[in-house]
């Protein structure tokens, strides 16, 4: 009950962006998050399946990544211009230098750093990835990885995605890392 009662104190004043590889966690763990907050989540993939009444992989499949590139990048600078909230990213959207500059300065990042095995053991079993659609989709999944980790590593914040660990621990440290480095981004009133 603490608990519950900490929670209702806090304020978010800027957008926190989950960030990282497909698997990290972003969207569970930002629910999870958005939910300790008790402030609204978003996803910028799906305001982007929303505006085009289509699946990410039927816009890769017809209008190519570069498109959908741009359409993320206008999605994710509307949604920082909104209210203060939780936003769940694809794993790409990262990569765009105007993303980061933009993030980095309307909100927050947060990195969800999982290593290979963990992301390979939650994204191996499902098809609705568009860049693993290959003959070798684990080793697909290393290529992204090696090219993305550094840019991640921008992030404002990092923190470790770990098998053994629940969602509301990721959220709960997602968390304390905000309130002890970023009073700028979250507040606890006393």
């Keep these: 009950m603490a608990d519950a009662k900490r929670t209702n104190r806090l304020i978010l004043h800027k957008t926190v962006v989950m960030v990282g590889m497909m698997g990290a966690g972003k969207t569970a763990v930002g629910r999870a998050l958005a939910n300790r907050l008790a402030v609204p989540f978003r996803d910028s993939d799906h305001e982007i399946e929303q505006a085009a009444n ?3 992989a039927e816009i890769f499949e017809r209008d190519g990544e570069p498109f959908f590139r741009r ?3 206008q999605v994710i ?3 920082l211009d909104g209210t203060p909230c ?3 990213t694809g794993g790409g959207a ?3 230098a105007d993303n980061r500059q933009g993030i980095s300065q309307k909100g927050v990042s947060v990195w969800l750093d999982a ?3 963990v992301l390979w053991n939650r994204v191996r079993h499902k098809d609705t990835r568009p860049l693993l659609r290959s003959a070798d989709p ?3 999944l290393a290529a992204l990885y090696e090219k993305r980790v550094p840019l991640y590593r921008l992030a ?3 923190v470790t995605s770990r098998a053994d660990r629940t969602l509301d621990e990721m959220a709960r440290l997602v968390c304390d890392t905000l309130l002890e480095t970023r009073p700028d981004v979250l507040e606890a009133l006393e």
């Design 156 to 158: 404002d914040i990092t």
């Design 71 to 73: 359409k993320e990048s």
């Design 54 to 56: 289509m699946t990410i």
């Design 138 to 140: 684990k080793g697909t």
């Design 94 to 96: 990262f990569m765009s």
């Design 77 to 79: 600078d509307r949604l």
């Design 86 to 88: 939780v936003l769940s």
């Design 115 to 117: 290593d290979l095995e």
